[in-house]
């Protein structure tokens, strides 16, 4: 009897069920991780230093790194020490750097919460700065990008001398791609200047996997050009945050090298569709909240025959969170109430999300196993399930008598080939 075992917050969920015997496992090949990623990114760093600028340059100039809030698992703890230790070595004082938490629309970290992301001797003494993107006192306008977007970004980092940005490149639910200049572009922006950008949801590409022609995610680089950051320190990792390789260098340079190597650890060789179709987030922080793990489902529906069932299990340990996604979902009854008024009040985010959710659950029957409520699961236009089990026999009374089956453990690292991706 085949065990099926799922990532699910900082532990996993189970199925024995012996229906499932002839599934099919969808999981690349991850290659292994780095032994040391700490030596080689000050390797890499000191080399890229002094490439990019002349030593005596940095001395005397305001450095601002920006780097995600708790909703992303990069390893800041093996990142950031040589990032200060060299920047320190090159003469720039501890009052001149600056940590900037890129935030984007979501809730500000509480100082406790900073305290427990960011558990490194290192950056004692360095001003950090959490990002609000309704504050507009604190943000500076650049103007516009060819596609439109009036970009507004945090003045501050903006107006620092030398800027970094630290983040992950792995496959984005309508992003294409996450990493380079998107942790500023977008985790720094104002509210309008996100909404804008994210609006280009539904349009042709704005899929996992794309990045030439998704013209989200090309928005976003035109941002970056606004913004004029100079260094971009990206990861990518395995499903289980182990670092395959640090790449140091421009951010678009740091891109073309970085989904290269998403290609070959995170991309099937097929696109192969299920009637059902068995996914996890990827674990904690992956599933802290159903804002984030509903990018889960976008990527389990790419396996998934219209009709079908995708089986998510997301703790979703923090909730929703989004408050604005919550009170947009106050007095909704069902999906088609969801889209009609999604549409018709513009694009929002926080609300993308239920809009997101009830398209997708109009192409296939969801069931999820989390920490929500059975009632508030229904509301977000999902079936609840108390554990695999369960899920797995409600999904199979969905489905015809010859049914196939996907296994996705690491939903979010894996994505379908693309032809011209």
């Known amino acids: 009897m085949r065990n099926i075992k799922l990532p699910y ?62 909703t992303r698992p990069i390893p800041y703890e093996i990142l950031l020490p040589p990032v200060i230790n060299i920047l320190l070595n090159d003469g720039v004082n501890i009052p001149n750097i600056r940590l900037f938490i890129a935030s984007g629309t979501h809730k500000p970290m509480e100082q406790s919460q900073i ?57 984005h639910h309508f992003m294409g791609y996450s990493g380079g200049v998107k942790t500023a572009a977008i985790g720094l922006a104002g509210r309008s200047t996100i909404e804008q950008n994210h609006a280009m949801l539904g349009q ?52 073309l090298a970085g989904i290269e190597i998403c290609k070959q650890s995170m991309q099937m060789a097929g696109r192969e569709q299920f009637d059902l179709v068995i996914a996890s987030a990827g674990g904690y922080p992956k599933d802290i909240n159903l804002y984030q793990a509903q990018k889960a489902i976008t990527h389990a529906l790419l396996f998934c025959k219209p009709g079908g ?22 007095g909704i009854s069902n999906r088609d109430e969801a889209i009609k008024l999604f549409r018709s009040l513009g694009f929002q985010i926080g609300p ?35 554990d695999l ?11 015809p008598p010859n049914h196939s089956i996907a296994v996705l453990p690491h939903a979010t690292h894996t994505i379908p080939y693309w032809p011209h991706m």
Not at 136 to 161: A, F, H, M
Not at 389 to 399: N, Q, T
């Open 9 to 70: 917050h900082t532990s996993e969920v189970a199925c024995s069920d012996a229906r499932i015997n002839s599934c099919r496992l969808v999981e690349p090949p991850s290659p292994a991780p780095l032994k040391d990623p700490g030596a080689r990114l000050h390797a890499i760093l000191k080399e890229h230093l002094h490439i990019l600028v002349d030593n005596p340059y940095l001395s005397g100039k305001t450095i601002a790194i920006a780097i995600s809030d708790d």
């Open 204 to 255: 042709e590409r704005t899929l996992p996997g794309y990045y030439h022609d998704n013209p989200m995610r090309q928005d976003v680089e035109a941002i970056g050009d606004f913004i004029g950051i100079d260094l971009a320190i990206n990861t990518v990792m395995t499903p289980d945050f182990k670092i395959i390789d640090v790449i140091v260098d421009t951010p678009r340079k740091v891109m």
């Open 115 to 171: 305290g427990k992301m960011l558990p490194i001797p290192e950056i004692a003494g360095i001003e950090i700065v959490r990002h609000d993107c309704d504050n507009r006192e604190c943000l500076i306008n650049l103007g516009k990008t060819p596609y439109g977007t009036d970009v507004w970004i945090n003045k501050e980092y903006y107006q620092s001398d030398f800027k970094v940005v630290i983040g992950n490149i792995e496959p």
């Open 389 to 399: 089990d369960k899920a797995v026999s409600m999904a199979l009374e969905h489905l």
């Open 309 to 330: 069932v995708v089986i998510l299990a997301a703790a979703c340990s923090q909730g929703i969170g989004s408050d604005r996604l919550e009170d947009f979902m106050r």
């Open 352 to 386: 993308h999300k239920a809009y997101q959710l009830a398209l997708q659950s109009k192409y296939a029957k969801i069931i999820l196993i989390s920490n929500l409520s059975a009632d508030t699961t229904r509301n977000y236009f999902m079936e609840p399930a108390d």
